[in-house]
Each structure stands twice: as structure tokens, then as C-alpha cells.
């Protein structure tokens, strides 16, 4: 224990045996400092308050308590009220009471004059220490508030300054996801790493950011790591579990997800997963016994309109009709509702009523992939051919790789015509598609279209396009 520990040590047991026995107390304004700092460090934060008030009245203008009632203020969210009490300390206070004042300033959306006031304070003659404290401190209040663009500048700084500082690190790869450069997100998850090869949270990180960046593989491999440091972990095991299953790899997906299940039945998100997981394997009996158990465990609400789901699945539209009948009042305005009215309207040719549904389903969830690819078939059934394009552009925009709408635009683009968006949409296509597309079109499957060139399948396929015969081969 070195000098300062020993100086702090006494100090706090004379302030707690002069407490204990109702005594007067007076200190020295850097000995309530020291005391105030002490008990912040240890969490109490209320006794660390009483100090700083019991020094201010015997030392009403000691610079450092009253930077500590600053600090008091800002960390109870009383902004204003900080703002105003720096109003009484000179600006000699350096770069912590600068630092206070921009953190005040930010979270009262008063982003010019903090950012002037950022500017002001690069502009003095920092020495390095101050400058590093004050780029990083900055840099984390920035991404605090969403200033995203502004931390990368100075947490970018910072680690040319220390390039060990792990804090900086993880501000610099959650300032990049947020921006959605996920690739500069793992990159700085990566030197993390480097940094801590055994960091949990690190490999968690990374899984995620992964995962969210299509590399499904890596994702797992990295929830692997993170499960041997941290075993049995739940919520990783979920995220392995949908990192399999967007990798196509359903069936070890389910595996992990029931024994998920298993460890904690009663998380409600896993069983929604784990429906979604057996639909995709077309195990309905399965889907019926967890809608079942999910209904027993957190009640009916939404239970209905599930297991019609599961009816429409199989194809058994009666039984899913008298479950929708049944509906209660209450769940009628709901996602679930809408979608399965239009489905079951739109399987009896009611394509007005199953757009009307639809539609208000899209209002309550904007951007939903399923419900603008059923708004693009429905169009197509009213042949509403530049509406069912618009949709599926805006779903492509949204997942460019869900399945089979790349195709579907170019048979709509075929039957409108229209040269321009037609090009656009084969221009999207790799040789291998274009080649495919062409088999579709011409219904002759035997034919060897391998030796083909790019130009020669487009130059044939825009013939096809001005001919308008693509429908009488093609079932949308």
C-alpha cells in the first residue's frame, strides 16, 4: 500500500469514527475532495454528495469541490442546472471543467456551442496528457449522443496515441456499426482482440457483428470461442442458434435452440424462434406442440392467429378460416391479424381485400419482407404489373437476396416492356442466372445455352421482351 492509499485510508476512518460518534467535522477542501472521490469510487454516491455539500459551506469557493458539485450535477442528468453553477467557476478550471460543460451542452441538444467549445479548447496549448484525456472523454460523449461522424475523429486520435487503450476500442467499433460500416466494426473488434485474446464480450461482439455482416460461418466460430471462455452462456447460444439457421443449417439450428429452451423456458423470444425454425423445415406437428406449451407458459393472447398460420402452412384453409373466425375483439388491430386476413382472402381470389389488409399490416410494420413480396403478388393478380414492381425494388432494396424476387421483377419487366428498368434488372443478374432465365423463357430445357456470351443471351431476352412472350411460358 503506497502513501496515497495510506493518507486516503486514514482519512476515511477519521471521517467515519467522528460520524459515528455525532462529532463536528472540519476538513480541508482537498481532504472533502478526497473524501467525496473516495465514496463516488465505491458506488455511494449520496454520502459523496453529502460531502461536497458539507465542504462547499465551510469552503464556498474551493475550485475543487465545486468542480465536483459540477460533476454532482451532470451525473444526475441536471444539465441546466450544471450549466448554471459553471457560470461561477473561473475558466481556469482546464479540460475537465471544459469537458463538463460540452457533455452538459450535447445532452441539451446544443450541439454548435458544444462543438465551438471543442474547437476553443484544441485551439489552447494542450500538453499531451491533457490533449489525450480530452479527445478521448470527447470522443465518448460524442458517441453517447450519436455524434458518430465526430467520435471516429477523436477515438481515431486517441489510439495513435495509445494504441492499448481497449475503451477507445470498443467506443471506435460500436461508433462504426451504428454508421452501418460493419467492416471497420470488426476490424476494430479484431484489435480488441489482440489486445485480450480470452475477452468474452470481445468474441460476443464480434459474433454478432459478423453474423450481421452475412459471414455466418465466422459468427459461429466466434460464439464457439466466446461459449468455451463463458459455457452454457443462453444468449449466445441463441445467436449461434440464428447465425446456423441464416447460414441454411435449420435442423442444427432447432438442436440448439431446444436446448436453449431447455435452460430457460421461460424466455418467450426463443419459442417465436424456434416456430420460425420449424416452419422453415415444415415440422407443423412440432410447430403445434410449441404453440401449445407457448400458450400454457404465457397465455392465449396471439395464440389463435398462430396456429391458423400453421393451417395456411398445410394447406388446410377451412380450419385455418374457423380459427380466424374466433379471433377476439381485442387482437383484431394486431400485425398477425391483418396478415391473416389477407392471406386467407387472397387464397379466395379477394385480391381487393387481401391488398386492404396487407396494407394496413405494412403500416404497422414498415419494410416487412413478407408482407411486400405478398403485396407484389397481389398486384401481379390484379395485374398491377408497375405496382408489383415497385414493390419487389423495394424489397430487393431491403434483401437483395430474398428468394426468387430478382427473378419475378424480370418476368414483370418482361411483361410491361419497358426497356430502361428491363436493362436495369438484367443487369443485376450473373451469366449463370441470365442463362437460366433464358431456359425458363424459351420452355426448352434441352437447349445448350452454356456458349453463350452475356451480350447474345441479353440481345435474345430483350427480343423476348419486345415480343412480350415471357407469361405464355411462365406461371408468376
Known amino acids: 500500500m503506497d502513501d496515497n492509499e495510506l493518507d486516503i485510508t486514514s482519512l476515511v476512518e477519521k471521517y467515519e469514527q467522528m460520524r459515528a460518534l455525532g462529532k463536528k467535522m472540519y476538513f480541508d477542501a482537498d481532504e472533502f475532495a478526497l473524501l467525496a472521490e473516495y465514496y463516488n469510487a465505491e458506488g455511494d454516491n449520496e454520502e459523496a454528495e453529502q460531502l461536497i455539500g458539507e465542504g462547499l459551506k465551510i469552503h464556498p469557493g474551493s475550485p475543487e469541490l465545486m468542480l465536483l458539485q459540477v460533476k454532482t450535477l451532470v451525473f444526475s442528468e441536471m444539465y441546466e442546472e450544471a450549466l448554471d453553477y459553471m457560470k461561477l467557476i473561473s475558466d481556469d478550471g482546464g479540460v475537465d471543467l471544459a469537458l463538463l460543460k460540452i457533455e452538459a451542452l450535447l445532452h441539451l441538444d446544443r450541439y454548435p456551442e458544444a462543438d465551438n467549445l471543442i474547437n476553443k479548447t484544441l485551439e489552447q496549448d494542450l500538453v ?98 466466446a461459449l468455451t471462455i463463458r459455457e452454457d452462456d443462453v444468449s449466445v447460444l441463441k445467436m449461434k442458434a440464428l447465425s446456423l439457421y441464416l447460414n441454411d443449417n435449420t435442423s442444427e439450428a432447432i438442436s440448439i435452440f431446444e436446448e436453449c429452451l431447455r435452460k430457460a423456458p421461460d424466455d418467450e423470444t426463443l419459442y417465436d424462434s424456434l416456430l420460425e425454425a420449424y416452419e422453415a423445415m415444415e415440422q407443423y406437428d412440432e410447430m403445434m406442440k410449441l404453440i401449445d406449451k407457448k400458450e400454457a407458459l404465457f397465455g392465449s393472447e396471439g395464440i389463435m392467429a398462430k396456429r391458423a398460420f400453421v393451417h395456411i402452412s398445410r394447406e388446410e384453409f377451412e380450419e385455418a378460416r374457423e380459427l380466424f373466425s374466433r379471433i377476439p375483439e381485442t387482437e383484431k388491430e394486431s400485425l398477425d391479424y391483418y396478415m391473416l386476413e389477407g392471406e386467407l382472402a387472397f387464397q379466395d381470389d379477394n385480391f381487393l381485400q387481401a391488398e386492404v389488409s396487407y396494407m394496413k399490416a405494412a403500416l404497422l410494420s414498415e419494410g416487412n419482407e413478407d408482407i411486400l413480396d405478398r403485396l407484389a403478388n397481389i398486384s401481379v393478380a390484379q395485374e398491377k404489373f408497375e405496382q408489383a414492381a415497385s414493390y419487389l425494388e423495394e424489397l430487393l432494396e431491403i434483401a437483395p437476396d430474398f428468394p426468387t424476387a430478382k427473378s419475378r421483377l424480370a418476368f ?17 443478374f450473373s451469366d449463370e442466372e441470365l442463362r437460366a432465365l433464358l431456359n425458363l423463357l424459351t420452355g ?16 435474345q431476352l430483350n427480343e423476348a421482351r419486345e415480343n412480350r412472350v415471357l407469361f405464355k411460358n411462365i406461371k408468376y
Open 412 to 428: 414483370i419487366r418482361f411483361e410491361i416492356g419497358s426497356k430502361e428498368p428491363f436493362d436495369e434488372i438484367m443487369s443485376q
Open 128 to 225: 499531451m496528457d491533457d490533449l489525450y484525456y480530452f479527445i478521448t472523454e470527447a470522443g465518448y460523449m460524442l458517441n453517447d449522443v450519436d455524434k458518430f461522424d465526430r467520435a471516429i475523429t477523436f477515438l481515431e486520435e486517441s489510439i495513435k496515441i495509445d494504441d492499448t487503450n481497449t475503451d477507445a476500442i470498443v467506443d471506435l467499433a460500436y461508433a462504426y456499426e451504428m454508421k452501418g460500416d460493419l467492416e471497420k466494426a470488426i476490424e476494430y473488434n479484431n484489435r480488441l482482440l489482440d489486445i485480450d485474446p480470452y475477452s468474452y464480450d470481445g468474441w460476443v461482439n464480434i459474433g454478432k457483428l459478423y453474423s450481421m455482416n452475412e459471414q455466418y460461418d465466422k459468427a459461429i466460430d466466434a460464439f464457439d470461442f
Open 444 to 459: 426448352n430445357e434441352e437447349t445448350d445455352f452454356s456458349g453463350y456470351s452475356r451480350e447474345k443471351i441479353l440481345t
